[in-house]
C-alpha cells in the first residue's frame, strides 16, 4: 500500500460544484444525521448506488470520528467543517478540523504480524481501500477523499 | 444489566451471541457489546465463542477493534472464536484490515455450532 500522503499545505479547491457545506460541533451526537444526510445526498446524485452505501457509510463515519475526537480531541465547543463536491464523474468531500494534525507514523502498519492484535488503527486502511483518492492537508488537520461515480449497473468508472 | 442488543446462548460448551443491532457504529452501542463480550471468556474457560453478525450491516473500525480485544480475551482462557454469517459485502472489511487472517470465518452460526461440536477443545 502506498504511503499516506500528509501535506502541510492547504487541501487543493474542491472540484465541482459544492453541494452542501455545514459546521458541525464536535458532538458524536450528531454524527448520525450529518452521515445520513451526506449519503442521502450522494444517492439522490446518483453518485452512489445502494451496493456501495455499506462503504460510503464506514468511510463517513470513520472521518467523521477522527475529525471530532482525534482532531478536535472531542471539544464541542469546536467544530468541523464539512464541505461535499460533485462532478458529472464523481465526488469529493473534504473535512477540516480545528485541531493540530497528526503524524503518519502514529498510524499502525497493520500489514505487521505484530500489529494484527492492535485494537486501533484500522480506520485510514479501510478508508483507502474505496476511496480512490485519500489525501491530507494542514499536517493532519484536513481531510480530502474523492471516489468515480458509480455505474448504473452497480461498478464505478474512473474520474 | 444484560447488553440489549445481545442475544446469548450457551450449551456444551459452545457460547452463541448473536447480534442484533444491524449498525455497529456508535460508540455506546459497541461499548456496550464489547463489555459483555468481553465478560465471557471470564466466565467460561476454553470457551468456544461464535459471533452471529447475520444481522450486521454496518460496522466500524472502532468496533474491528473491539472485536480484536475479544478475540484477546477468549485466546487467554485458551478458547478460540469463529464469525458466523458475516454477510458478502462486508468480508472485504475483514479481508483489508487482516482480521480474516486472526479469526474464523463460517458461512452461518449453524455451521461454525457444527464444525465446534466435531472438534471440541
Known amino acids: 500500500m502506498k504511503e499516506l500522503l500528509i501535506s502541510?499545505?492547504?487541501?487543493?479547491?474542491?472540484?465541482?460544484?459544492?453541494?452542501?457545506?455545514?459546521?458541525?460541533?464536535?458532538?458524536?451526537?450528531?454524527?448520525?444525521?450529518?452521515?445520513?444526510?451526506?449519503?442521502?445526498?450522494?444517492?439522490?446524485?446518483?453518485?452512489?448506488?445502494?451496493d456501495e452505501r455499506q462503504w460510503l457509510v464506514l468511510v463517513l463515519d470513520e472521518a467523521v470520528v477522527n475529525a471530532m475526537l482525534h482532531g478536535n480531541e472531542g471539544d464541542p465547543r469546536l467544530d468541523i467543517h464539512v464541505r461535499l463536491a460533485t462532478q458529472p464523474d464523481g465526488w469529493s468531500l473534504q473535512i477540516d478540523d480545528q485541531g493540530h494534525g497528526f503524524s503518519a507514523d502514529a498510524i499502525p502498519n497493520i500489514d505487521d504480524p505484530e500489529s494484527l492484535l492492535l485494537e486501533h488503527?484500522?480506520?485510514?486502511?479501510?478508508?483507502?481501500?474505496?476511496?480512490?483518492s485519500l489525501t491530507?492537508?494542514?499536517?493532519?488537520?484536513?481531510?480530502?477523499?474523492?471516489?468515480?461515480?458509480?455505474t448504473p449497473g452497480g461498478d464505478s468508472h474512473a474520474v | 444489566?444484560?447488553?440489549?442488543?445481545?442475544?446469548?446462548?450457551?450449551?456444551?460448551?459452545?457460547?452463541?451471541?448473536?447480534?442484533?443491532?444491524?449498525r455497529l457504529l456508535e460508540a455506546p452501542v459497541?461499548?456496550?457489546?464489547?463489555?459483555?463480550?468481553?465478560?465471557?471468556?471470564?466466565?467460561?474457560?476454553?470457551?468456544?465463542l461464535i459471533l452471529d453478525m447475520e444481522m450486521v450491516e454496518y460496522l466500524s473500525?472502532?468496533?474491528?477493534?473491539?472485536?480484536?480485544?475479544?478475540?484477546?480475551?477468549?485466546?487467554?482462557?485458551?478458547?478460540?472464536?469463529?464469525?458466523?454469517?458475516?454477510?458478502?459485502?462486508?468480508?472485504p472489511l475483514f479481508k483489508t484490515t487482516q482480521l480474516d487472517k486472526l479469526m474464523e470465518f463460517f458461512p452461518t452460526s449453524k455451521d461454525a455450532i457444527m464444525f465446534y461440536k466435531r472438534k471440541p477443545l
Do not use: F
Not at chain 2, 1 to 22: F, S
Not at chain 2, 70 to 78: A, H, M, P
Open chain 2, 1 to 22: 444489566m444484560p447488553c440489549e442488543h445481545l442475544i446469548i446462548q450457551a450449551y456444551d460448551g459452545i457460547v452463541l451471541a448473536q447480534i442484533t443491532k444491524p
Open chain 1, 121 to 132: 488503527g484500522r480506520g485510514i486502511r479501510l478508508m483507502r481501500e474505496w476511496l480512490d
Open chain 2, 30 to 48: 459497541i461499548n456496550a457489546i464489547g463489555a459483555e463480550l468481553l465478560l465471557l471468556p471470564e466466565r467460561h474457560m476454553k470457551i468456544s
Open chain 1, 8 to 50: 502541510a499545505d492547504v487541501a487543493p479547491p474542491l472540484v465541482g460544484t459544492v453541494i452542501h457545506d455545514v459546521r458541525v460541533p464536535s458532538r458524536l451526537d450528531l454524527k448520525p444525521e450529518l452521515i445520513d444526510t451526506l449519503v442521502e445526498l450522494l444517492v439522490g446524485a446518483g453518485q452512489i448506488n445502494e
Open chain 2, 61 to 91: 473500525s472502532a468496533m474491528l477493534g473491539k472485536m480484536v480485544a475479544i478475540y484477546k480475551g477468549v485466546k487467554l482462557s485458551k478458547g478460540r472464536m469463529a464469525l458466523g454469517g458475516v454477510k458478502a459485502s462486508m468480508m
Open chain 1, 136 to 150: 491530507y492537508h494542514r499536517g493532519g488537520a484536513s481531510i480530502l477523499m474523492r471516489r468515480r461515480r458509480c
